[in-house]
């Protein structure tokens, strides 16, 4: 390989069904022959990056995708949400609303028993440290574990421990983990991001909380951003896709969309990307 050859890194961040975007994205890569030398995924995107890391085509993932987001996943929600409430489910560290059993079955379907020494591409999965905050960069030994422990939305789905090591979220420390794929030597960042929606109207405390977190998120994303753009010598390719109405966690049936909006933003950005590959 000659030593002039940038390496590029495909960075997917946290957005739920949102990440099926990236589909479109690797459609556009692979019909361009742009070769991956590294993936990075956090939460949601997470889902995604093994799917690319290991080979599949974009119509394989679609499938897997189409089978994930399914109402499902957020079995026991609404019964745990109110049991909460009245004071008889107890909370601790490692509760969680949501019985994971699901999701936990659809991600032995993606990963498999697979290691990530067995990935044609490597790939770097980001998780969260629960008890101090501090973001964790997983990428050796099972790939299921990894997933499921960067797919732990606090208080939804219960924490993953990892070698003794309590781990939620990765969008709760660093939601578009650019500095991730920067720090392992790429040239070239195509990071695909996603922000959280907003409401309208508030009829609940939940609809508040929500809110809430959209908000924070938003902000944690935006400068995580900036910073990484200002404060670094990689390229990087913001590949955002704008969607036409709110996306929520269930809309299935708004698949083909997201996958055409994730096209049409990395066309967006693809002749500045092959002018630095030359």
Not at 109 to 128: C, H, M, N, Q, Y
């Amino acid at each position: 390989m000659s030593n002039l050859k940038k390496r590029v890194a495909l960075v997917i961040g946290s957005g739920a069904i949102k990440c099926a975007a990236s589909i479109g994205m690797f459609q556009v890569l692979k019909e361009e022959n742009i070769e991956i030398d590294l993936v990075v995924g956090c939460s949601g995107g997470a889902i995604y990056g093994v799917g690319i890391a290991a080979g599949m085509d974009p119509h394989e993932i679609k499938e897997l995708s189409d089978s994930t987001w399914t109402k499902d996943l957020m079995q026991g929600y609404m019964v745990n949400l109110k049991a909460s409430k009245d004071g008889t489910l107890k909370f601790n560290e490692r509760s969680g609303l949501v019985d994971d059993s699901f999701l936990n079955e659809k991600l032995k379907s993606i990963a498999g028993e697979k290691l990530f020494s067995e990935l044609r591409t490597p790939l770097i999965v980001v998780a969260t440290d629960m008890m101090n905050g501090e973001p964790v960069e997983l990428s050796e030994g099972d790939i299921f574990n990894s997933v499921r422990a960067s797919l732990a939305i606090p208080m939804i789905f219960p924490p993953w421990e990892i070698d003794g090591t309590l781990l939620i979220d990765g969008a709760a420390s660093n939601p578009l983990p650019i500095d991730v794929a920067i720090q392992h030597g790429a040239d070239i960042v195509l990071a695909m991001g996603f922000t959280l929606d907003y409401r309208n109207k508030f009829r609940s405390i939940t609809a508040v909380q929500e809110q809430m977190t959209s908000i924070y998120m938003n902000n944690i994303f935006k400068n995580s951003y900036a910073f990484n753009n200002l404060a670094h010598h990689s390229e990087i390719f913001p590949i955002i896709p704008e969607f036409d109405s709110m996306i929520s966690m269930f809309d299935i049936h708004k698949m083909p969309h997201i996958i055409e909006k994730g096209k049409e933003a990395t066309l967006e950005q693809l002749p500045h990307i092959k002018r630095l590959l030359g």
